[in-house]
């Protein structure tokens, strides 16, 4: 029996759901089928919410949520 032939008599054992992710995990197998389009920067995604976050506000984050943080670990 070819891998074929395995794959398929399995598929027909499963219910139709079950069915229908194996169809899509299929699908996501296929070359060409990865992201269509490209990412946008999250920069662009937030630019209508009016947030300005600077370089500074990040490092003072970072200090604020890291400082009691133990540096020695012996």
Same mark, same amino acid.
């Given at each position: 029996?070819?891998?074929?032939?395995?794959?398929?008599?399995?598929?027909?054992? $499963?219910?139709?759901?079950?069915?229908?992710?194996?169809?899509?995990? !299929?699908?996501?197998?296929?070359? *060409? %089928?990865? =992201?269509?389009?490209?990412?946008?920067?999250?920069?662009?995604?937030?630019?209508? $919410?009016?947030?300005?976050?600077?370089?500074?506000?990040?490092?003072? !984050?970072?200090?604020?949520?890291? *400082? %009691?943080? =133990?540096?020695?670990?012996?």
């Amino acid at each position: 029996m070819t891998v074929e032939e395995k794959v398929l008599q399995t598929l027909r054992e $499963l219910p139709p759901e079950k069915q229908k992710q194996v169809l899509g995990y !299929a699908e996501s197998l296929k070359p *060409g %089928n990865g =992201p269509k389009r490209p990412r946008r920067s999250l920069e662009g995604l937030w630019a209508d $919410l009016g947030v300005d976050i600077t370089e500074e506000d990040i490092a003072q !984050a970072r200090r604020e949520m890291w *400082g %009691n943080f =133990p540096r020695d670990i012996s």
